[in-house]
C-alpha cells in the first residue's frame, strides 16, 4: 500500500487528460445516440425491433479499412451541425449509387483516408486516440440499448468479466491475461509489406502499432505530444471502459430527453422537474469512479478493472434516483413504452 500523498499523481498533465477525455467523449456518445435517435425518427428510417450482432469486444483486433469509417461517422454529423449553425452551404459534387455526395463529405473522406494512413506510419499515440475516440462514439451511438433492465444485466455481466480477468486470471493461466492483452502490440502490416518489397523509407514506418481499442496518454504528456516512442510508459483505458458505461449514459438521457418533453406539453407540469436530470448523476458518478480507478491503481501500484468502480458509481445512482422518484419502473421497461412518440431504439 503506497502512502496516500502519492494520490497527488492523479494532478499530473497525463492523468487529468485521461480522465478529461474519457468523461468528454462518454458524454459526446451519449449526446451523439440522441441526436441519432432523433435523426431516424425524422427521417423515419429506423425499425421499432432491429437485431445486431453480438457486441465487440473491446480486445478484438480491428479492421484497419474500416478505422476511416468510424472516423466519418465521428466528423460528418460534427460538420453537419456546424453548417446548420452557421447557415454554410454545400453544394452536391456528384450523385453515386443514388447517393448525394458533397463537397464536405468528400473533404471528411480525405481526411479521415489521411488520418488513418498517417497513424499506419506513425503509430503516434494520439492518432491512435482519435480513432478510438471514433469507434466508441460511433459504437455507442448506433448500438443502443432499450432498457435499464438489460443495460443492468450487461453491466452486471461485464462487471464480472472485468473483474475476473483481472484478479483471477493469473492463478488459471500463470499471468494475468487481461495487462497481457491490453498492453501487447500489433505488427504494422505496412511495415510488413515494405520489408518484403525493400520499399525506401522504410525507417521511417514504425514495426508496431497500438491498436485504437485503448486511450493512451504517455506519463510524461509535454515531451510526447510531437514524438513517440516505444520505450514511453503510458496509462492507458480501454475503450469497453467509455464505450459500455456510455451506452447507459445514451438511454438515460433519451429518457430525460422524453421526460423533457412531456413536462413541456403538460400544462400541470411543476417548473421544479425540468430540471431533474439523471444523466447528471450518471456523468458525475463516471468520473467519480474513474478517478477511484486512477487512485486504487496509484495506492495498489496493481492494475485496476475500471468497470469495478464503474458500474456501481453510474448504475447505482441512476437506479436509486428513479426509485424515489417512481419512475423505476418506467425506465425498467424502456423509454416511451406504452408512447406513441417515443425514441426508436435498437434491440441489441
Known amino acids: 500500500m503506497e502512502p496516500l500523498w502519492k494520490l497527488l499523481y492523479l494532478l499530473e498533465p497525463a492523468s487529468l487528460s485521461l480522465i478529461t477525455t474519457?468523461?468528454?467523449?462518454?458524454?459526446?456518445?451519449?449526446?451523439?445516440?440522441l441526436a441519432h435517435g432523433k435523426e431516424m425518427e425524422r427521417n423515419r428510417t429506423s425499425l421499432k425491433r432491429h437485431y445486431v450482432g453480438p457486441v465487440p469486444s473491446p480486445h478484438d483486433t480491428p479492421c484497419y479499412h474500416r478505422l476511416g469509417l468510424f472516423t466519418l461517422l465521428l466528423l460528418v454529423p460534427l460538420c453537419c451541425y456546424i453548417k446548420s449553425q452557421l447557415g454554410l452551404m454545400d453544394p452536391f459534387v456528384s450523385r453515386c449509387c443514388s447517393k448525394s455526395f458533397t463537397r464536405t463529405?468528400?473533404?471528411l473522406l480525405l481526411l479521415c483516408v489521411g488520418i488513418v494512413c498517417a497513424w499506419l506510419v506513425s503509430g503516434h499515440w494520439l492518432l491512435n486516440n482519435v480513432l478510438g475516440i471514433s469507434i466508441c462514439i460511433a459504437f455507442v451511438s448506433h448500438v443502443?440499448?432499450?432498457?435499464?433492465?438489460i443495460c443492468s444485466l450487461l453491466l452486471i455481466c461485464l462487471f464480472v468479466y472485468d473483474v475476473f480477468w483481472v484478479f483471477f486470471s493469473?492463478?488459471?493461466?500463470g499471468e494475468n491475461v487481461m495487462v497481457t492483452v491490453a498492453t501487447q502490440k500489433a505488427s504494422n502490416p505496412v511495415h510488413t509489406v515494405a520489408n518484403s518489397l525493400s520499399l525506401p523509407g522504410l525507417q521511417l514506418i514504425t514495426k508496431k502499432l497500438?491498436?485504437?481499442v485503448k486511450l493512451v496518454f504517455p506519463r510524461n504528456l509535454m515531451d510526447a505530444i510531437f514524438t513517440s516512442s516505444d520505450t514511453m510508459d503510458y496509462m492507458m483505458l480501454g475503450l469497453g471502459d467509455m464505450a459500455i458505461p456510455g451506452m447507459l449514459l445514451a438511454l438515460v438521457l433519451c429518457f430525460d430527453h422524453q421526460k423533457s418533453r412531456e413536462v413541456a406539453s403538460s400544462v400541470d407540469a411543476?417548473?421544479?422537474?425540468?430540471g431533474q436530470r439523471y444523466i447528471y448523476y450518471a456523468v458525475s458518478g463516471y468520473a467519480i469512479g474513474l478517478v477511484s480507478a486512477l487512485a486504487a491503481g496509484i495506492l495498489t501500484r496493481s492494475p485496476q478493472p475500471a468497470l469495478l468502480y464503474l458500474v456501481p458509481l453510474t448504475l447505482g445512482p441512476v437506479v436509486f434516483l428513479s426509485w424515489t422518484r417512481n419512475e423505476l419502473g418506467?425506465?425498467?421497461e424502456g423509454p416511451g413504452s406504452g408512447s406513441s412518440d417515443k425514441v426508436h431504439f435498437l434491440d441489441v
Do not use: D, H
Not at 443502443?144 to 433492465?149: D, G, T, V
Open 330 to 332: 418506467e425506465l425498467w
Open 144 to 149: 443502443r440499448l432499450p432498457n435499464i433492465k
Open 22 to 33: 474519457a468523461v468528454a467523449v462518454t458524454f459526446a456518445s451519449a449526446c451523439r445516440a
Open 210 to 212: 497500438e491498436l485504437p
Open 270 to 274: 411543476s417548473s421544479s422537474s425540468r
Open 105 to 107: 463529405q468528400g473533404i
Open 170 to 173: 493469473e492463478m488459471f493461466f
